[in-house]
T-cell receptor, first 114, second 116 residues
Framework: GENVEQHPSTLSVQEGDSAVIKCTYSDSASNYFPWYKQELGKRPQLIID?????GKKKDQRIAVTLNKTAKHFSLHITETQPEDSAVYFCAASRREAAGNKLTFGGGTRVLVKP | DTAVSQTPKYLVTQMGNDKSIKCEQN?????MYWYKQDSKKFLKIMFS???????INETVPNRFSPKSPDKAHLNLHINSLELGDSAVYFCASSQVRDRGPVNEQFFGPGTRLTVL
């Protein structure tokens, strides 16, 4: 089955700096890579996703890159703000018979210091 | 206008008891999921239902029994609760179209289960 590794497990940055989180996956058939943000006590919420036919995607201060050959993908947050503090999860999935099982990385706790 | 809702939000119970968690989505999705988030925040899928049919069962103990009365509801019943069942349980839903791409999963607010 799919295995997703995520690094680092914790990340502390100064407000205004960039944050980068990296993930690797094992199943070459995976073709959908979402990133979820989970604030304390809240539900995971999708912030950006990328499909395997795209190498890079950007949405305002957030960007994701995907290297299919190396089986890794990364999340980049620029100009970090205190409200970016949360746990971020990467995940990998592929289209299966009648569902799409998300396999999550272990999460990265991001702390943005004002 | 809540998209995915769960009840209860908190559940505190004794070992050995039986409890249920309910989930409802009003997004018109055909696929629903249960995830378990342990104390280290690790998120792992437990079950997936598509149009009331069990699709994914991730080697979860058979003390856990999901039930889907219709496309909009997926409930989780847990028998003989154990200390290790303490976790946050998230319901999620997505639209899975035949031969279509994988789509976003929307998560419910979670149910924090504490077994004493």
């Amino acid at each position: 089955g799919e295995n997703v590794e995520q690094h680092p497990s914790t990340l502390s940055v100064q407000e205004g700096d960039s944050a980068v989180i990296k993930c690797t996956y094992s199943d070459s058939a995976s073709n959908y890579f979402p990133w979820y943000k989970q604030e304390l006590g809240k539900r995971p919420q999708l912030i950006i996703d990328i499909r395997s036919n795209v190498g890079k995607k950007k949405d305002q201060r957030i960007a994701v890159t995907l290297n299919k050959t190396a089986k890794h993908f990364s999340l980049h947050i620029t100009e970090t703000q205190p409200e970016d503090s949360a746990v971020y999860f990467c995940a990998a999935s592929r289209r299966e018979a009648a569902g799409n099982k998300l396999t999550f990385g272990g999460g990265t706790r991001v702390l943005v210091k004002p | 206008d809540t998209a995915v809702s769960q009840t209860p939000k908190y559940l505190v119970t004794q070992m050995g008891n039986d409890k249920s968690i309910k989930c409802e989505q009003n997004l018109g999705h055909d696929t629903m999921y249960w995830y378990k988030q342990d104390s280290k925040k690790f998120l792992k899928i437990m079950f997936s239902y598509n149009n009331k049919e069990l699709i994914i069962n991730e080697t979860v103990p058979n003390r856990f029994s999901p039930k889907s009365p219709d496309k909009a509801h997926l409930n989780l019943h847990i028998n003989s609760l154990e200390l290790g069942d303490s976790a946050v349980y998230f319901c999620a839903s997505s639209q899975v179209r035949d031969r279509g791409p994988v789509n976003e999963q929307f998560f419910g607010p979670g149910t924090r289960l504490t077994v004493l």
